[in-house]
């Protein structure tokens, strides 16, 4: 079964740091590009950052650029989100998702979503 | 930067009903790189439509999606119970500047 799980979120005070963790299974994970989405509570749906299968392409929404920090590590299936300087408009539940379609040139849909961890950035 | 608009904002229909939903783009979509995902509560949205038309893995064939350009609509032909659901159109393409979604639409049980 295809498979994305996130660990990692919790609740940080405003300038802190968080790291997010996303375990992949059930596909061959260095084949595809993958992303972080957003969604505050209520609200609709945010993209974040995009990070190409070998970490040769890496994107991120205005919104977090410079902030946050994508990466991957294939041997262990592990997509990664590292956020600083978070802000209280950063309180989310966070989704990785898995593009659609292994080695693809365009930024594609998302057809697998883990179920979200919250980040909550409060003093 | 392309926004996209869905309408309504809350759709308020029957089981066994036909729901129609609409998302408008405020230029082309490329290549009819347009998404839809269905978002049960307390869940993580649903692949339901990718390229405009073509159902993903697994989704009902009651689930159609149609259109080009700058309008597109995703079509429930008969409403089960289950389909009550926030439902989010998104573009991708060929850059993350293209990655937009729009605002939701609700639909829920008349």
């Known amino acids: 079964e295809v498979q994305l799980l996130e660990s990692g979120g919790g609740l940080v005070q405003p300038g802190g740091s968080l790291r997010l963790s996303c375990e992949a299974s059930?596909?061959?994970?260095?084949?595809?590009?993958m992303n972080w989405v957003r969604q505050a509570a209520g609200k609709g749906l945010e993209w974040v950052s995009h990070i190409g299968g070998g970490s040769q392409i890496i994107d991120y929404a205005d919104s977090v650029k410079g902030r946050f920090t994508v990466s991957r590590d294939d041997s262990k299936k592990t997509l990664y989100l590292q956020m600083s300087r978070l802000r209280a408009e950063d309180t989310a539940v966070y989704f990785c998702?898995?593009?659609?379609?292994?080695?693809?040139?365009?930024?594609?849909?998302?057809?697998?979503w883990g179920q979200g961890t919250v980040v909550t950035v409060s003093s | 930067e392309i926004v996209l608009t869905q309408s309504p904002g809350t759709l308020s229909l029957s089981p066994g009903e036909r729901a129609t939903l609409s998302c408008r783009g405020s230029q082309s979509v490329t290549s009819n790189y347009l998404a839809w995902y269905q978002q049960r509560p307390g869940q993580a949205p649903r692949l339901l439509i990718y390229?405009?038309?073509t159902r993903a893995t697994g989704i009902p064939d009651r689930f159609s999606g149609s259109g080009s350009g700058t309008d597109f609509t995703l079509t429930i032909s008969r409403l089960e119970p289950e389909d009550f659901a926030v439902y989010y159109c998104q573009q991708y393409g060929r850059s993350a500047s293209m990655y937009a979604f729009g605002q939701g639409t609700k639909l829920e049980i008349k």
């Open positions: 390229g405009a038309s």
């Open positions: 998702t898995k593009d659609a379609v292994a080695a693809n040139r365009i930024y594609d849909a998302f057809d697998i």
């Open positions: 059930g596909f061959t994970f260095g084949n595809y590009a």
